[in-house]
């Protein structure tokens, strides 16, 4: 296998661990970041991975926007989602006219903010189930089973997508070129928008959502108000898969803080906008009362406003 060319456009949780990985299994990683801390740690130690594979450090360059210059095969995004427009907008530079974009963020709209920067047929989105967490500067962990789904925005076939996939599956991250990609966004889409702005608004753990009725039937219906915008829009989401899904998550991932709940907490701006409030906008349109996902939209707003 021939080595890719790689650039992450933040280098936070999930990009240590994609852009990391990807470099330990030989391909051309350079990381680009804004965060000083980040960027001091990752040049002076490496970055240390801990996984189901142990612990290890391995030495990957990382750069502000301004400062790198290499136009990569494949830009892929992993910053939070409001600052996906703004990051590509400082590092427009470095999509040369073979550049390809993936983002594999949480969310809807994501196709839609890289179409900006690169035609559609240069773009690819996608879902991961890989959980990341970065514990300290420079310092990343996961764990456990995960899948990744990649698609071209435009439902094309490409070469360079089939590629990056085999490369990531070698590297550790499972992951297929699936024609139903857009299903599993969605399915997230609607897992993310009921726990994520519950735990948020309730500051509670999943674990603590899961542990009261009340909590559990709210996370339900919440989810069945995206499931039915997808359905709107035409897509075969599997209800039954989303809410196995989520008691799944309710029964065994206790501790876990979601990272809106985590972003409240430390007073950063969430991802609200394209998790509850993509699904408000879009049941507008489609003339959907969509009652708890509204609320929970407003209360998560109103926190970031308060913080
Ligand atoms: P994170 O906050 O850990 O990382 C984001 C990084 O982007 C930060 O290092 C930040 O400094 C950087 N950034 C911000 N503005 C930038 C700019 N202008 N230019 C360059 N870098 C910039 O977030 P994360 O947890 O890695 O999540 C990234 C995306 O992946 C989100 O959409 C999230 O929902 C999604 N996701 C996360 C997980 C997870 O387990 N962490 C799992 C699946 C999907």
Redesign the pocket.
Known sequence: MSPIRISI???????SLFGGLMAEAGHAVEL????PA?IAAVREHGLLIRNDAGKRRVAIPIKR?EEATRQPDWLIV????M?TQ??LA??RHLIGPQTRLLS????LGNAEKLMAFADASRIAIGM?T?????VAPGEVHSHGESKTRVVMADGSENAALAALAAALDAAGLPCTVDPDAVVAIWEKVAFNVALNSLCAVTQRTVGGLGAAAEGRRLAHAVASETLAVAQAEGLAVLAERTHATIDHALDHHGGHKP?MLQDLLAKRPT?IETLNGAIVRAAERHGIAVPRTETLYALVKLAEHAA
Not at 9 to 15: E, S
Not at 32 to 35: A, H, P, W
Not at 130 to 134: K, M, N, Q, S, T
């Open positions: 456009l933040g280098a936070g949780a999930m990009g680009i970041d804004v965060n980040q926007p992993f910053t939070k989602a600052h703004g990051a400082a590092a594999l963020q949480n969310g991961t890989v959980p990341a967490d970065l990272s991802e």
